[in-house]
């Protein structure tokens, strides 16, 4: 293994060595997620200002129905793939990364449902009051910009002070990135025995 590694026992007493994924590779992982669900969310809300603002005359549905379709996607694009490719999203899959249980174990839906909603309080929600402050505090004082700065710094930075190099939603669910190794990654880590290479084969 050229990176840091995980030694897990897994529940059948099989003891499993693991790379775990660097930080490079997951920024770019999620890099490439953000476009994805970028992209989608302009066109959707295109169609939905075009649609329902026009067609129904109501510019406040429309926001409203925006919003929510951007805080759906948001969230339910990343559970949605990892779900049904047993912990990949295509930028994970692109950068051969998957997201495994820390100990072991296969991966639950309950992990996946926890490391991807506690990313809103880690990246989304900070970058839209950074961004744009006033839709989270209207008239919002320059203190809580600096707080909400400090906070984005200290959960960025979280990953280089842990072993797992885990961020917060990986801490929460029991999880951990990891480097899909050129070969078969066990049923209980990876949810099945597909190659790497293959069609199933961070962040």
Do not use: C
Not at 4 to 19: F, G, K
Not at 74 to 92: D, H, S, V
Not at 132 to 157: C, F, S
């Amino acid at each position: 293994m050229s990176g840091r590694s995980l030694t897990v026992l897994t529940p059948e007493m099989v003891s499993l060595d693991l790379e775990l994924a660097e930080a490079g590779p997951r920024v770019g992982a999620f890099l490439l997620d953000f476009a994805i669900t970028l992209i989608t969310g302009v066109v959707l809300t295109m169609l939905i200002l075009f649609g329902i603002g026009f067609a129904a005359g109501s510019s406040a549905i429309a926001a409203a129905v925006v919003m929510l379709v951007w805080f759906v996607l948001r969230n339910f694009y990343f559970i949605g793939f990892e779900l049904a490719w047993r912990g990949q999203t295509p930028g994970k899959r692109l950068t051969g990364l998957r997201v495994v249980a820390a100990d072991g174990g296969p991966l639950e839906q309950d992990q996946i449902f926890a490391r991807n909603l506690t990313r809103e309080a880690e990246v989304f929600l900070p970058l839209i009051a950074i961004s744009v402050p006033h839709l989270v505090i209207p008239e919002a004082p320059v203190w809580a910009l600096v707080a909400t700065i400090v906070w984005t710094a200290i959960l960025a930075g979280l990953p280089l002070a842990n072993e797992r190099s885990a961020r917060l939603g990986d801490l929460v669910a029991g999880t951990v990135g990891v480097r899909i190794p050129r070969g078969v990654l066990g049923r209980d880590v990876g949810g099945d025995a597909s190659p790497a290479g293959g069609a199933e084969g961070e962040g």
